[in-house]
């Protein structure tokens, strides 16, 4: 065995390992820092297969963008870990048999991978016109004329799904102050400050004890 087979196989237990305790762990943010682990080493696994362009991108968009914001939003909510493990028994039978659906899906889908009996090379070299070939020029040309229509079809879902979760995240909290930005646009300058007219400053009556001590002093 090879270096390169051994730190496949590294990275890949190291992400089956890290995956696994994403959806077993009890603490929100130790599973999104669990994700953030399993796609370290997915990029490094992608690295291995000579696609660059994939694994960079992995680690600055998901890595550097999508996890920090879950890390950052599963730190601020309130989330009550209680009520959301209830039922969970209750629903374990029906979510074990989509699972193993699921698997056997994808293990459909990915079994012809495994029987290439060569292995595939990356698109370096000279085109037609005597052009370098590159994989990211490649990759972005296969995406916008082959699978552009599945691209934006998983653009639209990916907007439904960011529309939903702020649905379902905002609601309205009694401990804090909320103030509604269309009353802040309509406000006008004499609504925030008002002028209010006061007499002027008296001197205060003195009572008697303090008239009596007053004359004292002055004789």
Do not use: C
């Not at 696609?51 to 009550?80: C, K, P, Q, R, S």
């Not at 005597?130 to 934006?152: C, F, H, I, W």
């Not at 309509?186 to 004890?209: H, N």
């Amino acid at each position: 065995m090879d270096v390169k087979t051994g730190l496949f196989y590294f990275f890949s237990i190291v992400l089956l390992i890290a995956a696994f305790r994403v959806i077993t762990a009890r603490n929100p943010v130790h599973a999104v820092l669990y994700l953030v682990l399993a796609f370290f080493q997915a990029s490094a696994i992608w690295l291995l297969l000579k696609a660059e362009f994939l694994a960079i991108t992995l680690v600055l968009v998901y890595v550097g963008a999508v996890m920090v914001l879950f890390l950052f939003v599963v730190m601020m909510l309130d989330i009550n870990v209680d009520s959301a493990r209830e039922g969970f028994w209750k629903h374990f039978p029906l979510a074990a048999v989509v699972g193993v659906l699921i698997a056997l899906e994808m293990a459909a889908v990915l079994i012809g991978g495994f029987r290439v009996s060569e292995e595939p090379h990356a698109a370096t070299g000279l085109g037609q016109a005597g052009v370098e070939l590159s994989n990211t020029r490649e990759l972005g040309k296969l995406l916008y004329t082959q699978y552009l229509y599945p691209l934006e079809i998983a653009a639209a879902i990916l907007l439904v799904a960011m529309i939903a979760a702020i649905a379902l995240a905002l609601r309205q909290r009694k401990d804090s102050k909320h103030v509604s930005p269309s009353e802040q646009v309509r406000v006008k300058a004499k609504d925030r400050m008002s002028v209010i007219k006061m007499a002027a400053t008296q001197v205060a009556p003195l009572d008697d004890a303090s008239a009596s001590i007053t004359a004292e002093n002055k004789v």
